[in-house]
């Protein structure tokens, strides 16, 4: 069953109706497929109106939803052989950030992702993609083996942004996001990074600066959160919506603004619609920027990363 947002109430009450009649045509001698094929038609299209017109805060919402497609998700639909590596090798194992060897299509890759979790369980264990020290320094480690065998990192970045607890603080949260940050932009291998749910401040930044950022159309990606961003100007987080507007968070604004590089489209309704669909989409484009990316050699890597990041801006 979909959750539905607040501003999908009309299209939440079409589909009940539809529920309703295929429930009365199941225990009666009526034929009612005609007028369910009919609303069914019309809550496809109010679905497809309302998602051409999202606002930024409304797209913010969609990429918060709780059915989205998670890191473990993008894994098991796009990757193969999946070997996941754990630990720092200082402080422990930050169960935020995952990530490990795979292949894609073949290839030979190191992925890396925010996971947030699917249920509560899994959330609190997974602190709800909100990264620790350790999670960035084990990313960093990641891209470093990465680096010495010669393999692409894919990241996949999801999350309202690092931890922000007394104990991240004092183990050093700012550094190891900065070294994390030093990190990808000083790889000799190609780096893509898929922004597939929220890109929030540096604790997506951190698995971010790559050589080329991907969006999917429903994402949103800025350096603080709608709701953080409307506390400090206006003292309330009941003006996120005008937020969201003013600091333009969406695939849409950023790709014009030559902050991210492409734009992978969402099946209507957004990706908890159809994940599968979704997981297919992000590997066609994952596949092609590796593909374009695999003739360049370390210097021109380095040198493209460098020239993507120095322009914005300008």
């Not at 550094?175 to 932009?185: F, G, H, K, N, Y």
């Not at 790559?210 to 990606?221: D, I, P």
Request: proline share 4%; with cysteine.
């Amino acid at each position: 069953m979909v959750s539905f947002l607040d501003f999908e109430k009309p299209i939440a009450a079409l589909e009940a109706r539809i529920a309703e009649l295929r429930e009365t045509a199941r225990d009666g001698d009526l034929s009612i497929d005609g007028e369910i094929d009919k609303l069914q038609q019309r809550a496809q299209k109010m679905l497809a109106d309302t998602y051409a017109r999202l606002t930024p805060w409304q797209k913010t919402q969609v990429a918060r939803h709780p059915d989205r497609p998670h890191f473990k998700h993008y894994v098991a639909g796009i990757f193969d052989e999946f070997i996941p590596l754990a630990g720092d090798r200082a402080f422990g194992d930050d169960q935020a950030i995952l990530g490990g060897f795979a292949k894609l299509d073949g290839r030979k890759v190191m992925v890396i992702g925010h996971e947030k979790g699917d249920d509560t369980t899994s959330r609190l264990k997974h602190n709800f993609g909100m990264g620790k020290p350790e999670g960035y320094r084990k990313a960093i480690r990641l891209m470093q083996l990465a680096d010495r065998f010669g393999l692409p990192v894919v990241t996949l970045v999801d999350t309202s942004g690092a931890f922000p607890g007394v104990q991240a603080e004092e183990r050093g949260q700012a550094e190891a996001i900065a070294r994390s940050t030093e990190q990808c932009l000083a790889l000799g291998v190609p780096m893509v990074a898929a922004v597939v749910g929220e890109g929030g401040s540096g604790g997506a930044v951190a698995l971010a600066a790559a050589n080329r950022v991907l969006m999917f159309e429903h994402a949103v990606y800025a350096v603080i959160s709608p709701e953080g961003c409307a506390s400090i100007l206006w003292r309330t987080a009941e003006k996120a919506s005008e937020a969201a507007t003013a600091m333009q968070v969406t695939a849409q604004h950023l790709k014009a603004l030559g902050v991210i590089d492409a734009i992978v489209p969402e099946p209507v309704g957004g990706a908890h619609r159809a994940p599968a669909e979704a997981i297919a989409s992000l590997r066609a484009a994952l596949g092609t920027q590796l593909d374009q990316l695999g003739t360049m050699n370390a210097t021109a890597l380095r040198i493209d990363r460098a020239d993507k990041f120095l322009a914005m801006g300008t």
